[in-house]
């Protein structure tokens, strides 16, 4: 059980684990699993919920915008407020809200109240998704801390995988609220599960005398320069990869002429390759950290390679090519997200999931940021094409300067 100490003590103590619990955190894996199925399977169903509701297809598309942009406001708020709680009871709460936002998305009766419920769906995932990252990174050995963090990305880029194919049947034929409501049973089976066999790591925590006090040290963080490439490098290369990526079906319905069943399986290839670059990073992070090398050096890999293969995904000649240019492209941006996690949660350890909250802050804005700029430019225009680019260099750009550092 989390113990805690009066304000102004000592820093938070983690006993260190002798061995990495992996079958407790395949129950985490498995929440992780159902937020990226939930999350990318409304892209293809976007059709069907806009004639149910009567709503043109933008419009509906509030659907997708309110969970991310909802995670994103409240996740650092959520994430300073709940870090001295117990993280099994957090994690508890946020599978809870996220479940009864499936509920409500499954019974809405018209689009706005299924907007509202996205944002409680939203306000679930920023609520468990720090506590999780946090709970995988202080009960893993220090040695596989790498892999612990990549699989987590890796079974989220697995429910993509799972959740486009699914959307797009789905649409095909049946009824789009029964996705929903899967989800809802799906996810409250697994907090039933969690409740039953999670154990709570032990940790030293500091109880803020007030709410204010763990909102400033929060926003406290910012005033580190580590942490703050971190936040704009996550930033940049999610918005150069998500930003990309959310015009990809019409690059690929016009100019190569795929249709809606064709674009479902793309979305697969592209999940398998965040899914292949999630489970590549952690053992090499690992092997790095064990060399005594700095994570950030790794990151400047990844960030050439993500502009690199957006540059190949947006002017390919061939649909082949620009599929290709997409997975490896999802691969090297899950890497350098997975990369950064784990330097963010070894150096700023004392106050991981603050960190992390505003870390996949910075990720859902940088998606909204990425497809804005990118929007404005033509998709598939060479300037579309540039834009691209100039984020992924802007992530490298942030990692190397991290390398640089020596203190």
């Given at each position: 059980?989390?113990?805690?100490?009066?304000?102004?003590?000592?820093?938070?103590?983690?006993?260190?684990?002798?061995?990495?619990?992996?079958?407790?955190?395949?129950?985490l894996?498995?929440?992780?699993?159902?937020?990226?199925?939930?999350?990318?399977?409304?892209?293809p169903?976007?059709?069907t919920?806009?004639?149910?509701?009567?709503?043109?297809i933008p419009?509906?598309?509030?659907?997708?915008t309110?969970?991310?942009?909802?995670?994103?406001?409240?996740?650092?708020?959520?994430?300073?407020?709940?870090?001295h709680?117990?993280?099994?009871?957090?994690?508890l709460?946020?599978?809870?809200?996220?479940?009864?936002?499936?509920?409500?998305?499954?019974?809405a009766p018209?689009?706005?109240?299924?907007v509202?419920?996205?944002?409680?769906?939203?306000?679930?995932?920023?609520?468990?998704?720090p506590a999780?990252?946090?709970?995988?990174?202080?009960t893993?050995?220090?040695a596989?801390?790498?892999?612990?963090?990549?699989r987590?990305?890796?079974?989220?880029?697995?429910?993509?995988?799972?959740?486009?194919?699914?959307?797009?049947?789905?649409?095909?034929g049946l009824?789009?609220?029964?996705a929903f409501?899967?989800?809802?049973?799906?996810?409250?089976?697994?907090?039933?599960?969690i409740?039953?066999?999670?154990?709570?790591?032990?940790?030293?925590?500091?109880?803020?005398?007030?709410?204010?006090t763990?909102?400033?040290?929060?926003?406290?963080?910012?005033?580190?320069?580590?942490?703050?490439?971190?936040?704009?490098?996550?930033?940049c290369?999610?918005?150069?990869?998500?930003g990309?990526?959310?015009?990809?079906?019409?690059?690929?319905?016009?100019?190569?002429?795929?249709?809606?069943?064709?674009?479902?399986?793309?979305?697969a290839?592209?999940g398998?390759?965040s899914?292949?670059?999630s489970?590549?990073a952690?053992?090499?992070?690992?092997?790095?950290?064990a060399?005594?090398?700095?994570?950030?050096?790794?990151?400047?890999?990844w960030?050439?390679?993500?502009?690199?293969?957006?540059?190949?995904?947006?002017?390919?000649?061939?649909?082949w090519?620009?599929?290709?240019?997409?997975?490896?492209?999802?691969?090297?941006?899950?890497?350098?997200?997975?990369?950064g996690?784990?330097?963010?949660?070894?150096?700023?350890?004392e106050?991981?999931?603050g960190a992390?909250?505003?870390?996949?802050?910075?990720?859902?804005i940088?998606?909204?940021?990425?497809?804005?700029?990118l929007?404005?430019?033509?998709?598939?225009?060479t300037?579309?094409a540039?834009?691209?680019v100039?984020?992924?260099?802007?992530?490298?750009?942030?990692?190397?300067l991290?390398?640089?550092?020596?203190?």
């Amino acid at each position: 059980m989390a113990k805690t100490r009066a304000p102004g003590s000592a820093a938070p103590e983690m006993a260190v684990p002798s061995r990495t619990p992996w079958g407790q955190h395949a129950l985490l894996q498995a929440v992780f699993f159902l937020m990226g199925g939930e999350l990318f399977l409304i892209s293809p169903l976007l059709p069907t919920i806009a004639a149910g509701f009567g709503t043109s297809i933008p419009a509906t598309a509030l659907v997708v915008t309110a969970y991310g942009l909802t995670y994103a406001a409240v996740s650092p708020l959520l994430g300073a407020l709940a870090e001295h709680l117990p993280r099994r009871r957090v994690i508890l709460a946020g599978v809870a809200v996220m479940a009864l936002g499936e509920v409500l998305c499954a019974l809405a009766p018209n689009l706005p109240l299924m907007v509202a419920a996205r944002m409680i769906g939203g306000v679930g995932g920023a609520l468990m998704g720090p506590a999780i990252w946090a709970f995988l990174a202080e009960t893993a050995v220090p040695a596989e801390r790498g892999r612990a963090i990549s699989r987590g990305a890796a079974a989220y880029a697995a429910g993509q995988i799972v959740g486009v194919p699914l959307g797009t049947l789905v649409a095909a034929g049946l009824d789009w609220r029964w996705a929903f409501a899967g989800v809802a049973v799906a996810m409250s089976a697994v907090g039933v599960v969690i409740a039953l066999r999670l154990r709570e790591p032990g940790r030293v925590v500091v109880r803020p005398d007030r709410a204010a006090t763990a909102l400033a040290a929060s926003f406290a963080l910012w005033a580190d320069r580590t942490f703050r490439l971190v936040m704009f490098g996550n930033l940049c290369a999610q918005a150069a990869r998500l930003g990309t990526y959310a015009f990809a079906g019409a690059l690929f319905a016009t100019r190569f002429g795929y249709r809606t069943e064709t674009l479902g399986l793309i979305g697969a290839l592209v999940g398998i390759g965040s899914f292949i670059g999630s489970l590549v990073a952690g053992p090499l992070v690992d092997r790095w950290r064990a060399a005594g090398r700095r994570e950030p050096v790794l990151c400047v890999g990844w960030g050439l390679l993500l502009a690199a293969a957006l540059a190949l995904a947006v002017l390919a000649p061939t649909g082949w090519a620009s599929i290709a240019g997409f997975m490896v492209a999802f691969a090297a941006g899950s890497a350098f997200f997975s990369t950064g996690q784990v330097f963010l949660t070894s150096e700023l350890a004392e106050r991981r999931a603050g960190a992390v909250s505003w870390n996949n802050s910075a990720m859902y804005i940088g998606t909204a940021t990425g497809t804005a700029v990118l929007g404005a430019t033509g998709f598939g225009s060479t300037a579309f094409a540039i834009g691209s680019v100039v984020f992924a260099f802007a992530a490298t750009a942030c990692s190397a300067l991290l390398a640089a550092r020596r203190d």
